[in-house]
């Protein structure tokens, strides 16, 4: 099992590092970085107790590195599956903003460790050992791309700020809220307490055309699923670049699964309801 | 509940015993931001325009006026309507949208209220996007009246904001009082406090061009709580004048002149009972 990776570029390395923060962000504790012959991913899922959450990112590492050399567990599971702290690996690639050049390597020292040398603009290098735990094959199944749901609803999000906006206003007045949105290209969060009701309306969002083969769903009906709503806080507070793409596939009552594409990365988050 | 705001319910109009739009929210919520230290606001609305009264055991009341022409449109069918809502949660309405100061960006609003037992109502508007708030009232408290009228007026001051400001940026917290000289004589007029680093006095000069207007027929010394007055820092920041007055019982009246972001004025007033325990000379 071998992983050495090597960023030169500083244009890709400012990507890189900007990329692995939006990752990050969204994430709590422990999340899983797979390694690939062609991607890198970082997967959360959180066992339904926490909340359920489940999150998994996708990065080509052909648009990232000069170097990309691994070696899988063996020839035919030719894959890397480590568990790794976001906040930890966040904090050795926060000091590459000023780096020339990014390698990290899959290290055996006390004990297993990403290693990430970094060559400042002073000549100086900083060694970081980003403690990982390696996951062995028969728990892999846990962390396979997620199946699309099969929605009732899927639209496109609002601009993610005014999103934002809306979304950490209501939570500054209620714990759950109430996303429902429909196939005519309209979407509502709602929240209600003994002090007030909100409802905002989106319309005009636009339905990607995948939803529309099959279902023989009236455009109007609203799919609903009330979350909590630190969940979707979560999901938003590390997307401050708007991505190329951002949809939303409704499970009416069951599941909300949200996706974000952005050139060369893209980050699908599943937030289950809560009755 | 769907329409957006232009095609919202002229019908529904009928219903209304109030109604106001803003073409900008801020203009609203920033007032009422500055008078925020307590949840229970009492709306006044008389075809004058606006009040907003939040008051603090007693001893402390806050108002914020906003004139009926300041509103695109202020419709009322009683002389006077008056409900009492959450301000916390209003302002988080107000500010639905985030509350952006970028120019060229701002939240429509259009408040409607149908009488005793029905929801303030709000309807909110930015880029296309809109939020409808229905906040729950509550039958309004009687206001404390002060009775703190201008012929009971001893002395007075008119001070550009700016000046105020440093002072109090520069006041020690740990004082409990605020105490404030006003004299004919020196020191004319002084915030002095008493804290745990030992006594400060803030004096201004008479004929300080800060000093718009200095009317002070007797000298007098009281104390207020710091406690109370704090608040009203919120709203000297806003301000770009304050008129410092007390009467013959030493009641403070703060006036805040405040520009809003049409350069409109507004203005939000406290009131403050003077410390008792202060008094024993």
């Avoid at chain 1, 609903?224 to 999901?235: H, P, S």
């Avoid at chain 2, 449109?73 to 916390?88: A, H, P, R, Y």
């Avoid at chain 2, 409808?132 to 009971?152: A, G, L, R």
Wanted: charged share 20%.
């Amino acid at each position: 099992m071998k992983f050495r990776g090597k960023i030169i570029d500083v244009a890709c390395l400012n990507h890189f590092t900007r990329k692995s923060h939006i990752c990050s962000k969204t994430l709590t504790k422990t999340c899983v970085l797979r390694l690939t012959p062609d991607n890198l991913f970082f997967i959360l899922s959180e066992k339904v107790a926490n909340g359920g959450v489940s999150m998994w990112c996708e990065l080509a590492q052909a648009n990232f590195f000069d170097e990309y050399q691994m070696e899988g567990v063996t020839q035919e599971d030719n894959e890397i599956c480590l568990e790794v702290a976001p906040e930890n690996l966040a904090r050795a690639l926060k000091t590459l903003q000023n780096a020339k050049a990014l390698k990290v390597k899959l290290t055996k020292k006390h004990c297993p460790c990403l290693t990430i040398p970094t060559l400042s603009t002073v000549s100086r290098v900083v060694m970081h050992d980003v403690p990982v735990d390696v996951i062995p094959r028969k728990l892999w199944h846990e962390f396979k791309e997620p199946h699309m749901p099969n929605f009732d609803v899927s639209i496109y999000l609002p601009p993610l700020k005014t999103l934002k906006n809306v979304v950490d206003r209501m939570k500054n007045l209620s714990n759950f809220l109430v996303l429902e949105a429909n196939m005519s290209g309209e979407m509502n969060l709602k929240i209600e307490t003994d002090l007030v009701s909100v409802t905002t309306h989106f319309k005009d969002l636009g339905n990607p055309p995948w939803g529309e083969d099959g279902s023989q769903r009236d455009s109007d009906a609203m799919a609903q699923a009330r979350l909590d709503v630190r969940r979707l806080q979560q999901f938003l507070m590390g997307q401050q670049v708007n991505p190329t793409k951002a949809l939303c596939n409704l499970v009416h009552q069951r599941l909300v699964h949200l996706i974000l594409l952005h050139e060369d990365v893209s980050l699908q988050y599943f937030i289950p309801t809560v009755a | 509940l769907n329409m957006p705001l232009s095609t919202q319910s002229q019908t529904d109009d009928e219903f209304y015993v109030f109604v106001a739009t803003l073409d900008n929210a801020r203009n609203l919520s920033n007032l009422l931001k500055a008078i925020a230290f307590k949840d229970h606001a009492i709306f006044t609305a008389t075809p004058n325009g606006l009040k907003v009264t939040v008051e603090d055991s007693k001893c402390m009341q806050a108002n914020a006026f906003i004139q009926a022409d300041i509103f695109q449109e202020f419709t009322i069918k009683d002389d006077l309507v008056g409900f009492q809502v959450n301000l916390t949660v209003l302002l988080d309405c107000l500010n639905i949208f985030g509350g952006s100061t970028v120019p060229g960006v701002s939240t429509a609003l259009r408040m409607c209220y149908v009488g005793y037992g029905y929801p303030l109502t709000l309807f909110l508007e930015e880029g296309g996007v809109v939020t409808v708030c229905k906040i729950n009232t509550q039958e309004p408290e009687e206001p404390i009246d002060f009775e703190f009228c201008s012929s009971n007026v001893t002395n007075k001051v008119i001070l550009q904001s700016e000046s105020l400001k440093d002072a109090f940026s520069e006041l020690d917290m740990t004082s409990e009082v605020l105490q404030i000289t006003m004299s004919p004589a020196q020191p004319y007029f002084r915030l002095s406090t008493f804290g745990n680093s030992g006594n400060a006095h803030y004096d201004y000069p008479k004929d300080s061009d800060m000093m718009e207007l200095f009317q002070c027929t007797k000298t007098q010394t009281n104390r207020y709580k710091m406690s109370l007055l704090k608040p009203s820092t919120k709203a000297l920041a806003l301000s770009c004048k304050v008129s410092v007055r007390t009467d013959n019982r030493g009641f403070l009246s703060l006036q805040y002149l405040v520009r809003n972001d049409d350069g409109q004025i507004c203005f939000v007033e406290y009131y403050c009972c003077p410390d008792e325990e202060g008094e024993e000379e």
